[in-house]
């Protein structure tokens, strides 16, 4: 049974390479040129998936992006998985594995289909709100159960091997959709010298073409599509993107193409090759050229495999040489739809009937199906189909001119294909993407793109003109439109010309009557993904909703990933009627991107892995990886943490480098520190007015501390700030802080006071800082600089220019640990230099690198806060204990003046920043604690504040503790107790922040 | 060395430095790209390919922030650059080994040869009058040449800037994001770019244009 519905002549498919393929485990032939959807039907399967709800048998019902059935699972391996593809746009190839995701245990013999078969009173619309949201606790259980059934699909277990990444583009027109339309728009542009991106989600250009039969000046269509497209592709500034799918359409003409560089080929993209990529495309204007999906009618048993919509029939036929079954009942309601039963009756295949639901049809079409001696069945149509895993008979009426009930006798008819064409509905939903509101056209029987919000224009089918000739002329026009609006010149295009054929009037019919009422009648469906009845969209009307927003949210229709392409517009029909309103009163349908489901891998592109996010790296980071530090993320720079010794836990590695930093000396690289070099006349009065404290008096070559507070008075950010000319200073920031107050001193200078003359400049990179502390630092400096060291020439919080192991260098002396100390800063080409000669020289003095962890317990061993650890925005340089860092006296007012002296900011009883010394001097508190006064207060107790730092020491042989207290400033040696989840309550005493050197001798020595 | 090693004090308005060490001191210099050992690659990498990368390393980069209408300004940067500043948004201009960057209405970026670094610093403090100041960040960045057929398809996949020629010209400079960091990016032929990133982002950057590269082929050139 190879192929039993393959035709032996014709199709745009090469019989000379077959291809093997999976499907269900089972493996069939199909050629180079099938989609998977085409080989499957050559193959004669009809089941391709079980439905959502119902557990209802589903075969392949559309030939492209439509298709709500045939969502397939793909992979030959479990790193290849990929969930929600579309056999009818998947390209066959050799060795392509697929799977059905629904029907447990499988498709053929599904155990769920009970709940199909005892049917609609089972589960009406609303069945998940109404059955499983009570109780909630048991959610869990019945998604997971509802999950399985519902089968959606499932993503791979591994790491998916293929690189996908993105690119942008820009291009004066973008032309969306490769149909004539879009092809005669392209040439129109291109020839004009536009820069122009044509874009189609086919493997190749033509669209509607590929599968028509139609002659263009007397030669097949698809001639001039290859002399068209020969054209485009000979042009400089025209980029072809076949196997993209332009997928949304965004603000100020930025679109998103998912292009499929290689799904066509391989399970895996083959060596070197990019899988897929998103095309980012800046457009000056779009064309858009979708063309339209054909609608299927709504009548009873319209889901058994077998029921395909009319245009599918044709493309099968005619692009892929597969006629999907023996016996065709067609049914339609225009002239167009008569096309399926004459390429049937072609193919050599039955054409049972054709059954119209027109009185009396007279159009070419029509005419030639009665040459050909069909059975041309007028002014009836098919109510029910019998079958169920494939169709195998309809029942055909007589029915009103309206089409709203039957009025005759039911014959009973063989057939194993039901072709349905109820017309077309134009592909609006980019349009719609961008916040334009559909139009309902009574003419086109079918929502039309509304007043555009963009740089758009549309051409052919989605304007409801479908004929050749118009798609072409349309496309042209639009072509024009968009050289005028770009001021190009333009050059003529002549174009082919197609047999203009008669079509009449199609009928306005969505749904099919029964001789039952909908909601006794068999199944009429209107959305086959989430299984949406025209029963149940009648029950949401009767139970109250009546906007169709509501009525898709209440019955899910329009809710999967095929959004409702072949549904939508009939349900909106169905709840019309039920509601006694017009279409266009019962609202419009709107989509949102995406068109097609895009992969998860093409979001990504290549920010994943290594490349997720930047990481920051110092000058001397490879020594720091050689010598085994342990790794923290500041921002995005990777600092040292600590650099434990083979064998050493993470607290014996501080204890180690905090004795060997207050004993001897240890240094730290502290390079991500943000500097900002501030040169101009007014440089001082600006730090002034940006810092708390005062700045006017400090002489060049002193360094000073200072808090930046935001206007709210809060402190946000702090560092030391050094005078290094009359107009030139040189700003610290926290590491995490420097884009924020460089953006901060800018503000305030562009917007405040762009009066005073000051520039700012980052130089963070430019310095690598290594700072070495300890009472032996200076023993240790003087080895690498003649400089004269002594505290008389070079004292505390003096910054120096020297040459330091050859370099010169700025030293800075301040301390962030309370020891003696120096930043050596020099340009960062030579930070590993000095780096490695000061570990050179600073075996005899057992230097020792230390980490951000270590530098935390060495300055809160001195009190010093750390801003964004110790401060949370909510902390005011008073509460911080800090008064001595504001200065009221300054002339100009400085940020944050105002909002210290707020109410809130003045009153008793702020959390302000002490010292916690454990009772027990083991015990570390956890940080984030919340404190009590009485440990025996009910829950809730009243939390008097928390821990913002906490440690161990080693210098002290005790932990140590920074932490709010409400009052606590005016608390000292008073108890504090810190309940702990587990159930421990840690008693401290609070006392100053300074738990060591509290005069600060060791710094100054 | 004894004139370098002076307090600060002495110099007046603003402390400029000579920060190379010494001829013949020996001093390793280590560029931002210093440990992806480009040699190595250059040597044992692939020849041919689509995109050629070449770090123009240890260049003095000094950034100048003055006013473009005040002429004394103007016309001191032509005294010591023997260049003028381009006053057209988005250019750059090149003379010799001395090129000039637009950044912004009041900023460029100037790119000597690294030993003349000081020199011309010391020479602007000679000459510009008014309120200006001049940054050395010499330190902080670093030069990408990136050329060859492949270099705009590669670029298009770093930045969302227009590179077609009607749009980037050679001559062109902006500033943008380049992959999830940034780059001054400008285009000194048709073919060929000059990359101006950050010290701190330039192992990141690597290997993003390591990767986004592997399908045409890069060539490491020194």
Redesign the interface.
């Known amino acids: 049974m190879s192929q039993k519905n393959r035709l032996g002549t014709g199709g745009r498919i090469d019989r000379t390479t077959p291809l093997k393929f999976q499907y269900n485990g089972k493996t069939y032939t199909g050629f180079q040129g099938d989609t998977l959807a085409s080989a499957i039907l050559a193959n004669g399967i009809d089941v391709v998936g079980r439905s959502f709800k119902y557990s209802r048998p589903r075969g392949v019902v559309a030939a492209g992006a439509e298709e709500p059935n045939a969502v397939l699972q793909l992979g030959a391996t479990e790193e290849t998985q990929v969930p929600n593809v579309r056999a009818t746009q998947q390209e066959l190839f050799d060795g392509l594995t697929s799977q059905a995701v629904n029907g447990w245990p499988n498709v053929d013999n599904d155990m769920m289909s009970w709940v199909g078969k005892l049917g609609g009173k089972m589960m009406p619309p609303g069945f998940y709100y109404k059955t499983f949201m009570y109780p909630k606790s048991l959610w869990d259980t019945y998604e997971s159960m509802i999950r399985k059934a519902a089968g959606l699909g499932r993503s791979p277990l591994e790491n998916d091997p293929d ?1 996908y ?6 291009c004066d027109v973008l032309v969306v959709g490769a149909g004539p339309a879009g092809l005669a728009a392209a040439l129109t542009a291109a020839r004009s010298g536009a ?1 122009v991106i044509l874009a189609d989600e086919q493997s190749e250009f033509g669209g509607s073409l590929l599968s028509s039969k139609e002659l263009l000046d007397g030669k097949p269509a698809t001639s001039w599509v290859k002399s068209a497209v020969d054209e485009l592709a000979g042009c400089a ?1 025209v980029l072809l993107l076949p196997r993209a799918t332009v997928n949304g359409y965004h603000d100020h003409n930025f679109l998103t193409i998912h292009e499929r560089l290689t799904d066509h080929l391989a399970d895996k993209a083959p060596v ?3 899988r897929q990529r998103l095309h ?1 495309v ?1 457009a000056k204007w779009v064309v858009l050229a979708t063309g339209a999906h054909e609608r299927p009618l709504v009548f009873s048993n319209n889901d058994v495999p077998g029921c395909m919509i009319a245009s599918a029939v044709s493309t099968y036929i005619n692009r892929y040489g597969v006629v999907p079954g023996s016996e065709l009942v067609l049914m339609t309601t225009n002239d167009y739809g008569y096309q399926a039963a004459l390429d049937w009756h072609d193919a050599q295949r039955k054409v049972v009937a054709i059954v119209d639901t027109r009185q009396n049809p007279q159009g070419a079409r029509v005419e030639q199906a009665r040459k050909r001696g069909l059975n041309v069945i007028t002014g009836s149509a098919v109510i029910e189909v019998q079958g169920s895993k494939r169709v195998s008979g309809v029942s055909v009426a007589t029915i009103d001119a309206a089409g709203n009930k039957v009025t005759g006798a039911v014959n009973r008819l063989n057939a194993d294909t039901v072709a349905s064409s109820g017309g077309w509905s134009p592909v609006i939903h980019l349009s719609s993407h961008t916040g334009s509101r559909p139009v309902w056209d009574d003419k086109v029987v079918g929502f039309v793109p509304g007043p555009t919000v963009q740089k758009q224009l549309t051409a052919g089918g989605i304007n409801g003109k479908y004929s050749i000739n118009e798609a072409l002329s349309e496309g042209v026009l639009a072509g024009l439109n968009a050289l005028a609006k770009l001021d190009l010149p333009a050059t003529e295009v002549v174009l082919p010309s197609a047999a203009d054929m008669v079509e009449e009037a199609s009928m306005t019919l969505f749904q099919i009557p029964h001789l039952l009422p909908t909601s006794k009648a068999p199944k009429q469906f209107v959305d086959y993904q989430t299984d949406v009845t025209a029963a149940g969209i009648e029950v949401a009307c009767r139970e109250g909703f009546e906007s169709i927003e509501h009525v898709k949210r209440y019955t899910a229709m329009g809710f999967g990933t095929d959004q409702g392409k072949l549904g939508n517009i009939n349900g909106m029909a169905v709840a019309a009627k039920a509601l006694n309103k017009t279409i266009p009163e019962t609202g419009t349908t709107i989509f949102r991107p995406n068109y097609t489901p895009v992969t998860f891998g093409a979001m990504v592109g ?2 994943c892995g ?2 997720f ?7 001397m980071h ?1 020594w720091h990886v050689e010598h085994g530090a342990k790794f923290e993320d500041v921002g995005q ?1 990777k600092r040292g943490w600590y650099y434990p010794k083979p064998g050493e836990s993470m607290q014996e590695c501080l204890d180690r480098e905090c004795k060997a930093t207050r004993d001897s000396v240890g240094i730290l690289d502290a390079s ?1 520190l943000g500097k900002i ?1 501030i ?3 007014d440089a001082r009065e600006f730090l002034g007015r940006i810092y708390t404290n005062a700045w006017a008096k400090l ?3 002193k360094c000073r501390y200072g808090l930046m507070c935001g206007e709210d008075g809060m402190v946000f950010d702090d560092g030391v700030t050094s005078c ?5 200073f040189l700003m610290t920031t926290t590491t995490g802080g420097a884009p924020r107050v460089l953006e901060w001193l800018e503000l305030w200078h562009q917007t405040e006071w762009p009066e005073l ?1 000051v ?1 700012f ?8 800082t290594l700072t070495i502390s300890g009472p032996n630092s200076r023993k240790l400096l003087s080895e690498l600089t ?2 004269d060291l002594s505290n008389e020439n070079f004292s505390f919080m003096d ?5 330091v ?4 260098a ?1 030293v800075f002396r301040i301390s962030f640990t309370g020891e003696l100390s120096y930043e050596i800063n ?8 000095v780096w490695e000669k000061l570990f050179e020289h600073g075996k005899q003095f057992n230097l020792t690198p230390y980490g951000t962890e270590t530098m935390h317990v060495l300055r809160a061993e001195k009190g010093f806060i750390i801003a964004g650890q110790d401060t949370d925005g909510s902390v005011h340089p008073h509460d911080l204990g800090m008064s001595w860092c504001v200065s009221d006296q300054k002339p100009f007012s400085y940020v944050g003046k105002r909002g210290m002296a707020r109410q809130d900011c003045m009153r008793e009883n702020r959390k302000q920043l002490v010292g916690l010394k454990t009772k027990e001097p083991k015990v570390v508190i956890p940080e984030g604690s919340q404190a009590v006064f009485d440990p025996n207060e009910p829950i809730p107790m009243t939390m008097v504040g928390h821990i913002t730092s906490s440690y161990y020491s080693a210098n002290l042989g005790h932990s140590i503790a920074m932490g709010v207290i409400k009052g606590g400033l005016s608390r000292m040696g008073e108890t504090v107790y810190y309940p702990q989840a587990d159930g421990r309550v840690i008693e401290a005493e609070i006392c100053s922040l300074v738990f060591l050197d509290p005069k600060g001798e060791r710094q100054n020595v | ?1 004894s004139d ?6 002495v ?5 400029v ?6 001829d013949g ?8 790209l ?2 992806a050992e480009l040699e190595v690659l250059a040597k044992q990498g692939p020849q041919q390919g689509g995109v050629h990368l070449r770090e123009n390393k ?1 260049q003095g980069h000094l ?1 100048l ?1 003055c006013n473009q209408n005040n002429p004394d300004q103007l016309a001191a940067v032509e005294t010591v650059l023997g260049l003028a500043l381009p006053i057209q948004p988005l250019t750059a201009v090149v003379k010799g080994d001395i090129s000039i960057r637009w950044m912004s209405p ?1 900023e460029w970026l100037i790119v000597v040869p690294g030993e003349q670094t000081f020199d011309i610093e010391s020479c602007f403090r000679d000459v510009m009058t008014g ?11 670093t030069i990408i040449e990136l050329w060859g057929p492949d270099v705009v ?1 590669l670029l ?2 770093c ?4 590179f ?1 020629p009607t ?1 980037f010209p050679v001559g062109k400079v902006v500033s943008s994001i380049f ?3 940034g780059a001054v990016i400008s285009r000194t032929g048709e073919d060929r770019f000059e990359l101006v990133i ?4 330039a ?3 690597w ?2 244009l390591q ?2 590269s ?2 045409y082929g890069l060539v490491i050139e020194v």
């Open positions: 690189t990444d993105k690119v942008n583009q820009h820069r500034d070197g090759m990019v980012r800046r290549r920010d290594e490349l996010d930047p990481k920051r790296y110092t000058a490879k720079w991500t070099d040169q101009g006349a002489a060049v070559g290094l000319g009359d107009n030139h003359d520039y400049n980052t130089v963070t990179d430019h310095w690598s003649d400089f910054v120096h220019q020297c040459t192991a050859g370099v010169p700025r020099v340009q960062a080409n030579y930070g590993m230099h | 060395m370098l090693e002076s307090n600060v004090e110099v007046a308005k603003a402390a430095m000579n920060q190379l060490p010494a001191s020996g001093v390793r210099a280590e560029s931002p210093f440990h240890l950034t922030r009041d309120h200006y100041s001049l940054v050395n960040g010499s330190g902080g960045q398809s298009k996949k930045t969302p800037i227009d077609h749009q992959a999830k960091s950050r010290r701190s982002f192992d990141y950057l290997l993003w990767d986004a592997r399908e």
